[in-house]
C-alpha cells in the first residue's frame, strides 16, 4: 500500500477517498468564468450519456455568474451534483484533484468547461475499461467552431518533453477511427479508472495547468497502466479558450512544465540528451517562424514572435528553481514503477512527434 506521503509527493494531497461505487461515472469540470461556455457544457451532459453517473463542478473563483449557473442547472439536473466554490483560482491541477477527492464513481470523467460532449461520449468511455490494465481513455476531440477539424486524438510527445495533440489540425477523414493504444488522454475530455489515481496520486499541483495531463499520464504508464483511444467518445471543444492560444502567459506555462515533465518522469537516456532535443526544436521553430509556418504563425508581428520567444525564455528560468521538488518526486516514484528507464524510453520514442509535425500549419476553423 503507497502512503499518503509518498501521494503527497506525487501530487495527491487528500485523505483516503470514500469506497467507489461500481459503475458510477463521477465527471470532473473545473471553471473559471466563461458562464456561457460553462452552460453549454453543462447541458451538453444532459443528452443520453448510457451510464450512471454524477457530477462535480469546481469553481475557482468566478467573478461572473458561474456558480449561479451551476446551482441553477443542479435543481433541475436528472442526476446529482455538487459544487465546490473556490474563493481564488487554485489552477486545473489543484481544482481537479478536489473534484477527485469528492469523487463517488469507479470512474473519473474530466471535462472541460470550453467543450461539449456527444451522447453517449461517457458509454463509449466507459467500454475502453473492459481490460483491467487499462486506466486511462482518451476520446475523440473536434474543433468546436468547424469539428471537420481534429483538436486532438490522444497524444503525442518530442524527446525535450514538449508535448502535442495526436492528429491536431488534421482534416477528420476516418484516419483515427479504430481503437487503440495512445500514450495518454488529453485532460480536456478523458476518463480514468479511479483505482488507478488511488494508488498514483492524482494531478501534480505544481503544474498549475498545462502539460498536467501529460504529467499525470505518463506516471500512469511508468506505473504499468494503459490508455485505450475510443473513436465514438466525441467531444467538441473552443480551443485556447482559457487564456488564448497566442497568449505570452499560456507559453510561460507550457514551457515551465515541459522541463519539469522531463525532469520528474524522463529516464536518464533521454534527459541528458535534452538540451540537444530542445536546441532542435527551437531550430526548427525559427525556420518554421521564417516561413510564417506553425504555431508561431498565431503571431502575426514581430513583435508578437519576439513575445512568443520572451515567454520561452521566461518558463526555463521559471523551472531551474522547482527542479529539486521535481527530483524529490522522481524519487518517490521509484517504488510504484512497472516499466524500466529503457522501457520508458521505448515508450517515448514509440509516440514520438516529429519536427515536421510540430512545425507545419495547422488546419483553420472556417468563418
Known amino acids: 500500500m503507497v502512503s499518503y506521503n509518498t501521494l503527497t509527493l506525487l501530487g495527491f494531497d487528500h485523505s483516503a477517498p470514500s469506497p467507489a461505487q461500481p459503475g458510477l461515472v463521477s465527471v470532473i469540470i473545473v471553471n473559471w468564468n466563461r458562464v456561457a461556455l460553462l452552460q453549454a457544457c453543462l447541458e451538453s451532459l444532459l443528452s443520453a450519456q448510457g451510464v450512471p453517473m454524477e457530477m462535480i463542478v469546481v469553481d475557482n473563483g468566478s467573478t461572473d455568474d458561474s456558480v449561479g449557473a ?9 442526476f446529482p451534483v455538487r459544487l465546490i466554490a473556490n474563493r481564488e483560482n487554485r489552477g486545473f491541477c489543484a481544482a481537479n484533484n478536489q473534484g477527485i477527492a469528492e469523487a463517488r464513481g469507479e470512474f473519473v470523467a474530466l471535462l472541460n468547461n470550453d467543450a461539449e ?24 476531440i473536434l474543433v468546436h467552431e468547424d469539428p471537420r477539424i481534429i483538436d486532438k486524438v490522444g497524444h503525442l510527445i518530442y524527446p525535450d518533453g514538449q508535448n502535442r495533440g495526436r492528429g491536431t489540425g488534421e482534416i477528420d477523414s476516418g484516419q483515427y477511427d479504430r481503437v487503440e493504444e495512445v500514450l495518454w488522454p488529453d485532460g480536456c475530455a478523458c476518463m480514468y479508472r479511479a483505482s488507478m489515481l488511488a494508488s498514483i496520486g492524482g494531478f501534480d499541483e505544481e503544474f498549475f495547468a498545462y502539460a498536467d495531463d501529460a504529467e499525470l499520464g505518463l506516471r500512469a504508464r511508468i506505473c504499468g497502466w494503459g490508455c485505450l483511444y475510443s473513436p465514438e467518445a466525441v467531444v467538441r471543444h473552443h480551443r ?10 499560456r507559453i510561460v506555462l507550457i514551457e515551465r512544465n515541459r522541463v519539469l515533465l522531463a525532469v520528474k518522469l524522463f529516464p536518464g537516456s533521454l534527459l541528458w540528451r535534452n538540451v540537444a532535443y530542445y536546441l532542435a526544436r527551437l531550430s526548427a521553430g525559427l525556420w518554421a517562424a521564417l516561413l510564417n509556418r506553425g504555431e508561431i504563425s498565431l503571431h502575426t508581428t514581430p513583435a508578437g514572435k519576439l513575445s512568443a520567444a520572451l515567454a520561452l525564455l521566461k518558463g526555463d528560468l521559471q523551472a531551474l528553481p522547482m527542479i529539486p521538488s521535481m527530483l524529490r518526486k522522481r524519487r518517490a516514484l521509484r517504488s510504484l514503477r512497472k516499466l524500466s528507464p529503457r522501457q520508458v524510453r521505448q515508450l ?9 509535425q510540430l512545425t507545419q500549419n495547422l488546419a483553420r476553423p472556417r468563418s
Open 117 to 140: 460532449a456527444s451522447p453517449l461520449w461517457l458509454h463509449h468511455l466507459r467500454r475502453m475499461f473492459d481490460d483491467p490494465g487499462v486506466g486511462m481513455a482518451a476520446s475523440k
Open 70 to 78: 451551476v446551482r441553477r442547472f443542479a435543481a433541475g439536473a436528472p
Open 348 to 356: 517515448i520514442l514509440s509516440h514520438r512527434i516529429t519536427l515536421r
Open 240 to 249: 485556447g479558450s482559457t487564456l488564448g492560444q497566442a497568449n505570452p502567459r
